[in-house]
């Protein structure tokens, strides 16, 4: 292998953990945010302590789960997707934010 | 999740192994599923009862959420009246605090749409009239653990539902009270005190018109099963609507009006419709008067070769069980079981226990209940978020006898 290879591999890494860790900023302030999340869940990650939904510690959704709740809601949550609350990327951003970092 | 032997629910079957071979992909989770660790307390990583109801059993639940938890099939019990350990919980609101609440005796009442308008305190309701009454309360998604279009929302199966004795004030008296109704009222509407106030009360606030009839046998109940009513039941005081789905039930209820129209809050409006799949809209019937419903809790799964008793509750909603029937080969044959135990009323269940003679081998059993002209149908009615379910079939057990 070439040195430029290891170059460029090394290059990539530090790049894709930079977009991981903005992307993780991203799904944090909108949980916090813009979506609210943090009212009604719990989520130590995030540091909320809402308790009228789920704790999401305890529930440790996947991110379709999260996605299909946060899109089309239930009882009290609001369908942030139907409703247009948030954008498609938004809802993709905040539920592999939500999936990744719930129980941790 | 238990795979069920036979072949009497293709369609359920199909589903299950459908989402095992692609587990982690979206098709498995389009809802909250029952992890198995939390439905079975035995399990290493079981999941223990949240704070706010840690004097339940919790043995007898199944862990759906730190919020939603059924009672096991078998953890009914025989008695009649469920054991309140024992009973589910499903809140849509975050049960209220002691701190919350405050003085108990001084819970307000407000009652609207009557001639004189007033506010009781609890103490005051203690003391203008009491009744007890027996009645079913059931959430409206339960059995909705058995839909094969897998609706969001909590996965119950038989058990978020109780049979329930409470203690408290007739409406009637309490309307009587306040010098009749002021005229026009086409509903009743129960308001809970329980929503936080940082959340928006159209969006979030529980409160739930039913048809104005039912104040002939409503109550505002501060006792179940012989204790005060706990917060996480609704207490000081609950909305008993007897035989209407568990949401009508309104905890921690503040204000009852009499009024021309329903709700607008969502709870109301767009929640708790029994809608086709994939359509939804307060055009379509509330969860309201509950369907008749059986099923069996004994045996569950084996029994030895002989006499064998099946027993289990089987009730109306508004209207008293007049018979059950009972199969034990998937439905292709029915004889009638015998009522047993007091009967509470027609609100409430009725035992039932049919005596089969079995030899070794594999059963269906299955039951069947009437009320009101009205027989359990064999399939569930399909809707979209999984309510009303009273279908007989998806009910049955699959029993080995040896």
């Known amino acids: ?104 | 999740m238990k795979k069920r032997k036979s072949n009497i629910n293709p369609s359920r079957r199909k589903f299950l192994t459908g989402s095992a071979t692609v587990a982690g992909v979206a098709a498995a989770s389009a809802l909250v599923p029952i992890k198995v660790s939390y439905a079975n307390h035995t399990a290493s990583d079981a999941k223990g009862l949240p704070g706010f109801i840690k004097w339940k059993k919790r043995s007898s639940l199944i862990i759906h959420s730190d919020k939603t938890m059924e009672t096991h099939r078998e953890a009914i019990g025989s008695s009649v009246i469920t054991p309140i350990r024992h009973i589910y919980i499903r809140n849509n609101m975050p049960t209220m605090t002691d701190a919350q609440i405050g003085k108990k005796s001084q819970w307000k009442l407000k009652v609207e749409g009557v001639k004189n308008p007033k506010t009781f305190t609890l103490s005051q309701l203690q003391n203008l009239g009491r009744t007890t009454m027996a009645t079913v309360l059931q959430c409206s998604g339960n059995g909705r653990g058995f839909f094969p279009h897998k609706p969001r929302g909590s996965q119950w199966k038989t058990g978020a539902a109780a049979c329930v004795m409470w203690t408290g004030i007739p409406l009637s008296t309490v309307i009587k009270a306040c010098g009749g109704l002021s005229g026009g009222a086409k509903y009743v509407t129960a308001t809970g005190s329980d929503m936080p106030s940082n959340l928006d009360p159209k969006k979030a606030l529980v409160e739930r018109s039913v048809p104005v009839k039912v104040k002939k046998d409503a109550m505002l109940a501060w006792e179940m099963n012989g204790v005060a009513l706990p917060n996480a039941h609704g207490g000081p005081l609950r909305f008993i609507p007897p035989g209407y789905f568990g949401i009508n039930n309104v905890k921690h209820c503040g204000k009852i009006a009499f009024t021309k129209d329903q709700s607008q809050v969502k709870y109301m409006k767009k929640s708790y419709r029994i809608s086709p799949i994939g359509k939804k809209g307060s055009q379509y019937p509330s969860c309201w008067e509950m369907p008749v419903k059986s099923w069996i809790t004994s045996p569950m799964k084996r029994s030895s070769s002989g006499n064998v008793s099946i027993s289990g509750v089987a009730f109306g909603g508004t209207r008293k069980v007049s018979s059950v029937s009972v199969s034990t080969d998937g439905g292709k044959n029915w004889k009638k079981a015998k009522l047993i135990g007091p009967d509470l009323g027609k609100f409430a269940w009725r035992q039932f226990v049919f005596n089969a003679k079995l030899k070794p081998g594999k059963y269906n059993i299955a039951s069947k209940a009437s009320a009101g002209g009205k027989s359990q149908p064999k399939l569930r009615m399909e809707n979209r978020r999984g309510y009303a379910h009273n279908g007989w079939r998806d009910h049955s057990l699959n029993i080995s006898v040896s």
């Open chain 1, 1 to 104: 292998m070439s040195a430029n290879f290891y170059k460029i591999l090394t290059i990539l890494v530090l790049f894709s953990s930079a977009a991981i860790a903005d992307e993780n900023a991203k799904g944090m302030k909108l949980f916090n945010e813009k979506a609210m999340c943090a009212t009604c869940h719990t989520m130590k990650a995030a540091g909320s302590k809402g308790n009228v939904g789920p704790n999401l510690d305890t529930l440790k959704p996947t991110v379709a789960q999260v996605k299909d709740i946060v899109t089309h809601g239930l009882g009290a949550m609001p369908a942030f997707g139907e409703d247009g609350l948030l954008t498609p990327e938004e809802i993709d951003t905040v539920s592999i934010y939500v999936a990744k970092n719930a129980g941790k």
